[in-house]
């Protein structure tokens, strides 16, 4: 148990008490106290390294089956012993211009908040160490841990969305440079950046309802003077979820800008071709209509016969260059 356990810890007062090692003995001690809860954060348990806690803190059931499978949407679950919250930290890959999900879910009750992290990128430790130096903040209670993890989370989505926005503006100006760049490639980039995208709006979508909920009236275990922090929170979230649907909007419009690109040299590239078929077509012609070898055609006995024809072939030709130059085919 102590494996998953990343850290467990009373506060009373706003101060950190090393927590018992038994978790059962850190919650009686914490409901003993009228200004104390404990904190516990446990690492991707599994269901029998979960089942203590959540027989000890009461947890509900379905609350504790979608902490044990993760792969959920962001959701706000309200039971009648504790709160439930899923959210989906988001972490930005510099090396490799990508966006990648953990999932991050917390408990939280009278006495009591329960983290449960699966995945990387979490920002729980920070989180931890920023409310410890904040006795004020940490004298709310499980209210102050609630709000900053989800704080920390959404705080992160901005940072993140500036972060994709510096890379579409460098895959904006490759699609519009000059030479147009590989096509290939480009499209390539354009469809894995649409793949970031939509999984950036998965974390920031349906985050929405429950912030807007923390930040109403008479969800219970959070105080009513807490409810401005979530106020702020959800307009943080509104920011970054506006800046994903304009990055969505941009690449569908670079796409399109793209394709109609392609589109373009490829009508240049036909006429390109055109052109030279043409200018090949004419003294493919004549050639061909002296090559028949028929016995009664005059200009065989003539004896300008062959500079004649080659000449007007190399005329034909030569007008014919100069006319698709001037028409840009060439």
Avoid at 37 to 55: C, K, M, N, Q
Avoid at 57 to 65: C, D, I, K, R
Avoid at 229 to 238: A, E, I, P, Q, Y
Wanted: aromatic share 8%; glycine share 8%; net charge negative.
């Amino acid at each position: 148990m102590r494996a998953v356990i990343v850290d467990c810890a009373i506060y009373r007062d706003g101060r950190r008490r090393q927590g018992p090692s038994d978790i059962v003995v850190a919650l009686e001690e914490a409901r003993d106290s009228v200004d104390a809860f404990v904190w516990i954060g446990l690492h991707e348990p599994t269901a029998e390294e979960f089942d203590r806690v959540s027989a000890e803190f009461g947890l509900h059931p379905l609350a504790v089956e979608d902490a044990l499978k993760a792969h959920q949407r962001p959701k706000l679950e309200v039971y009648d012993d504790s709160l439930f919250l899923v959210l989906k930290p988001v972490m930005y890959e510099p090396e490799s211009d990508t966006v990648s999900t953990g999932e991050l879910m917390v408990f939280m009750g009278d006495s009591f908040v329960v983290t449960v992290r699966h995945g990387e990128g979490s920002p729980l430790a920070e989180v931890r160490r920023r409310l410890e130096s904040e006795p004020d903040m940490l004298r709310q209670g499980p209210t102050s841990v609630l709000y900053s993890v989800s704080d920390a989370v959404v705080d992160h989505y901005v940072e993140v969305a500036r972060e994709l926005q510096l890379d579409l503006e460098e895959l904006e100006a490759e699609v519009f440079q000059p030479s147009g760049g590989d096509a290939k490639n480009t499209a390539s980039r354009i469809y894995q950046f649409k793949r970031q995208v939509l999984e950036f709006r998965r974390a920031t979508g349906p985050l929405g309802g429950p912030m807007e909920r923390l930040a109403g009236a008479g969800v219970p275990y959070v105080a009513e003077d807490a409810r401005p922090f979530f106020r702020d929170v959800s307009d943080h979230l509104t920011r970054a979820g506006e800046q994903v649907e304009a990055l969505d909007r941009l690449l569908s419009d670079i796409l399109s800008a793209h394709l109609a690109q392609m589109g373009v040299r490829q009508n240049d590239d036909m006429r390109k071709i055109s052109a030279w078929a043409a200018m090949a077509a004419v003294p493919t012609m004549v050639a061909g209509v002296y090559g028949m070898n028929f016995t009664h055609m005059p200009e065989l006995q003539w004896v300008w016969g062959y500079p004649a024809v080659v000449g007007l072939m190399a005329v034909a030709v030569v007008g014919l260059y100069r006319l698709f130059k001037r028409r840009g085919w060439l």
